[in-house]
């Protein structure tokens, strides 16, 4: 089919991308795990994602990540969502692997119980706001401290590390300074987090700058354009 035969030519790509960034960067590629954003596009793309080898999909809204997933259920993925997480939303929100957008304790809160509660432990990461833009959420720098104190008396969900959102550039080099921070945040964090918290993820870089992100530490690139193509109206989920 189409959609296989271009989603398996843009993989091979990425991944030489990829393989091509960790070994400029002295690091093994097997240290990055690449996440196909998934989002807008239907069952039919997340089916051959996972055909060609893909394990891990991002997401940006709850409703339509569920809906892929009830309609996907024996699919060997992990689930993440990388978009806004409205609180109301928490007790749905527990059923990703993993949470890239923890903006507040309180939030951070929500998601232990209603992961308590429905037996499930997922993985989370602090989305931090360093470019301090309108248009974009994140913990400023004393909140995502206070998540990671916070993050020891949690009972089901595990804090994991910190994701940013750069200010879009046209130049991947613009995001550098921004990655560099974040890193330089999670190490500050790390020095003064509780012993039981161990902050190893750094969630940056897209199908643009995805090779700088690398080069600053990330081990989480968040990749869609380049894997699915552009995005125009969102599809139906079937």
Do not use: Y
């Not at 989603?7 to 091979?12: D, T, V």
């Not at 999909?57 to 997480?85: C, F, M, S, Y």
């Not at 993985?123 to 916070?150: F, M, N, S, Y």
């Amino acid at each position: 089919m189409e959609i296989e035969a271009t989603l398996s030519a843009n993989l091979a790509a990425v991944r030489d991308r990829l393989d091509r960034a960790a070994a400029a960067a002295g690091r093994a590629p097997g240290e990055i795990r690449l996440i196909a954003v998934s989002k807008t596009f239907g069952v039919a793309h997340v089916e051959a994602a996972a055909a060609a080898g893909l394990r891990d999909l991002g997401e940006n809204r709850v409703q339509e990540a569920l809906e892929k997933q009830a309609a996907t259920p024996a699919l060997p993925v992990r689930w993440h969502l990388i978009g806004h997480l409205q609180s109301n939303k928490a007790r749905k929100a527990v059923g990703f692997d993993w949470i890239h957008s923890v903006d507040s304790a309180a939030l951070l809160g929500r998601l232990d119980r209603a992961a308590a509660d429905a037996g499930r432990s997922p993985q989370l990461l602090i989305q931090v706001d360093l470019a301090r833009e309108a248009a974009k959420h994140g913990a400023p720098e004393d909140e995502a401290r206070r998540i990671v104190e916070t993050s020891a008396g949690c009972r089901a969900v595990r804090l994991r590390g910190l994701m940013v959102l750069p200010p879009w550039s046209d130049d991947p080099e613009a995001a550098r300074p921004w990655f560099r921070r974040l890193r330089a945040l999670r190490d500050a964090l790390q020095a003064r987090a509780p012993a039981s918290v161990r902050l190893d993820e750094l969630s940056m870089g897209m199908s643009h700058d995805f090779e700088i992100a690398i080069e600053e530490g990330a081990t989480m690139v968040r990749v869609g354009t380049a894997l699915f193509g552009r995005r125009t109206n969102p599809v139906s989920i079937r």
